[in-house]
C-alpha cells in the first residue's frame, strides 16, 4: 500500500481563515459562514472576483501560517506511520499568486508543513522528499501514478476523476456534500481513514 494525500483542504483548513481576511477588508458581514466557498461565492456574487483572487494569494502566502490543520490529520498520520503505511503529499498549487505581490507559495506551504510537524518528525514520518507541489493539475496525477500510490485521498471529486482506474479513490467531505461516484469511499473525518485503509 502506498497512500497519497492532497495537501489544500485536505491536511489544512483554510476556512476560518479566509473569512477572517475578508472581514478584515470589510468585504463581507462576520455574519457570513465561515467557510472558503462561502466567501468565495459572496466575492463572486459582489462581482469582486479579483478581491477573491488576491485573498487567495495572501492565504496561500504569507498568513498560511494562521491555517490550521484539519482535527485528527496528524493522529491519524502518526497511525499510520506506526502501521508502517508509506505517506505521500501530492498537491496541485501554482508557484506564484494570480494577483497580487509575487511570493513563492511552495515554499509557504512547505514551511507551513514543517511548522504544524507533518514533515521532519519521527511521529508522521514524511520527509520533504515524499512532498511533491505540481503545477498543473495534470502533473499532479502523473505524480500520484508515477509514485505508485494505491490509495489516495482529495477533497476534489474533479481531481478523483481524472485519477485513473486501479486506485483506490477516497473522497474526504469534511462539510457534508454527498458522493457522487459508487466507486469511491467517502470519509468525513480523518479519523474515519484508517479503518478504511486496515
Not at 491536511?11 to 478584515?24: P, R, T
Not at 499510520?80 to 509575487?102: C, M
Not at 477533497?155 to 485513473?164: A, N
Request: aromatic share 8%; proline share 5%.
Amino acid at each position: 500500500m502506498i497512500l497519497g494525500i492532497d495537501f489544500d483542504n485536505t491536511i489544512i483548513k483554510y476556512d476560518e481563515l479566509f473569512h477572517k481576511i475578508a472581514c478584515e477588508k470589510d468585504l463581507i458581514s462576520s455574519e457570513l459562514p465561515k467557510q472558503k466557498n462561502a466567501v468565495r461565492d459572496f466575492l463572486r456574487t459582489a462581482g469582486v472576483e479579483d478581491e477573491w483572487t488576491i485573498i487567495q494569494g495572501e492565504v496561500y502566502g504569507e498568513r498560511i501560517k494562521e491555517a490550521l490543520p484539519f482535527p485528527g490529520m496528524l493522529e491519524t498520520l502518526e497511525k499510520l506511520n506506526a502501521q508502517q503505511v508509506p505517506i505521500n503529499i501530492v498537491s496541485h498549487k501554482t508557484r506564484e499568486p494570480y494577483l497580487g505581490p509575487k511570493r513563492d507559495l511552495h515554499a509557504a506551504a512547505m514551511n507551513w508543513l514543517k511548522l504544524n510537524r507533518i514533515i521532519h518528525t519521527d511521529a508522521a514520518g514524511i520527509t520533504e522528499d515524499k512532498v511533491f507541489f505540481e503545477v498543473t493539475k495534470e502533473d499532479k496525477i502523473n505524480r500520484i501514478v508515477q509514485i505508485g500510490c494505491t490509495h489516495y485521498v482529495d477533497d476534489l471529486p474533479e481531481i478523483l476523476e481524472m485519477i485513473p482506474n486501479g486506485v483506490n479513490k477516497i473522497l474526504f467531505s469534511p462539510n457534508g456534500e454527498e458522493i457522487i461516484n459508487s466507486n469511491w469511499t467517502l470519509i468525513r473525518s480523518w479519523n474515519d481513514l484508517p479503518s478504511i485503509l486496515s
